[in-house]
């Protein structure tokens, strides 16, 4: 129909603005004490503080048990990122059900002061019963429970049966992560593929402090960093084992690391146990803390190493409770010599190490330190998180411009920025024979070079005499 006069039409820009993608958002996974918070789900759970975590999944101090086999270890992990670092989002995979993970508590006599009785933490509330000597109490009538400073409370209430008890009898289940195991860290790693559908977010660092010096828990997380969701890149931030039956000495660190297969270029390994007053946490949350401070702290880009940053830690043991604390040459051996990320007190704490796993095997600049190496992550993710949207739409000369166009404008940014020294992408014919165009594919080829850590400066110096004559006779 004829639409008489002028007509003006709004049409799609070729041009994509790039969506970079999110860096340092570690991917946590244990167990945390959910029936202290909102209970056991099955799938991540994101949290943005300490408050969040604690109250969707509950916090207890008790982090590791007598013989250093992990326990609530989410519970270090939160504090470490939320309090120690004062970094936000991360990410946490819970694997502690309260209704398997458990042990029944038998009947327990507990002594009642001011109306309230205290009980461990690891007690669940749901489910208890309690007596005053042979009255059965009812909750929200007699009595109260809730958890609070890491402790089950039960407070009697006025008006209630045994309000003046002085001991009350108590029956129930107690969590026991004992039954946890290595398998269920394992299948845990898995749901990393769910963070995209389910929280619209992409980790790119795997940790599971306590576990990760397991090798085959170790090996599971560096399989699943370079494909989270079978698109993205990632790295596994894993513990070397600082145990008597491990690399409790730094010169033990290298062949330990060989022998359990701690070498993938997707992998970062870190040694030793960094103490914070009486907090003891494994070196791999210190790490993941550490790398998103410094992304954080360039605009969410990762081409700075985390090596040669403070940290806020009182010192280094190992599982022994013996104190390491290392001479640069020492340092060196661990860093340079193992490629493992440790901390070094040289004039105030501060973390120690370029290398990722893959060094000193690997040659390749790309794949052995950890800022470049990251850096090729990001990049990829980026045009990967940018470009998704052009998935089956007609594949012209014009659209594949555009997103040329559109990257090349960001890597020159970049540049620009400092964060890159050169980069482009561009469409080469040769690698897109007819074959592969008739079936809908094209390639498009990226180069680029990200600045590479200073790790050595030479500076000769020399006694100049003419200066000293010129100084003395003129």
Known sequence: ???????????????????????????????WPCHMGEGYKDVPVLATSF????KKGGFSHKWRNDDFTPRWNLCQAMYSHFKLFGMSPAIFVNVFDPATHCKDLTETEYSVNDHIAKLSSDVIASGISIKAGETALTEGTDYDVFYRDEELIIELLQDGAGYTAKNLTVTGKVADTSKIEAKDIEAAVEKADLCKTVLGIVPDLICAPGWSKNPSVAAVMTAKAPSIGGLFFGKAVCDIDCSS??????DTVLDWKNKNGYTDENMIDGWGIAKVGED???????????IAQVDEGNAGCPYESPSNKSLAISGMVNEAGEEINLTLAQADVVTVNAG????????GWVLWGNYTACYPTSADVAEYFICTNRMHDW????????FWSEIDKPMTRVRIDSIINSFNSWLSGLVHEGKLHGGQIEYIADN???????????RLDTSFASPVPMQQINMHSEFDVDT???ALNG
């Open 1 to 31: 129909m004829l639409n008489h006069g002028i007509n003006t039409y709004k049409s799609d820009t070729a041009f994509s603005a790039v969506k970079t993608a999110a860096v340092g958002i570690p991917l946590f996974i244990g167990a």
């Open 51 to 54: 408050g969040e975590a604690e």
């Open 245 to 250: 039956k491990g690399a409790p000495t730094y």
């Open 280 to 290: 003891l946490f494994d070196m791999s949350v210190i790490i993941c803390g550490k």
């Open 340 to 347: 493992v990320v440790t901390a070094l007190n040289y004039g």
């Open 379 to 386: 990049i990829n993710n980026t045009f990967t998180n940018t």
């Open 432 to 442: 897109n024979p007819a074959a592969s165009l008739v079936g809908g594919k094209i």
């Open 468 to 470: 000293l004559v010129s």
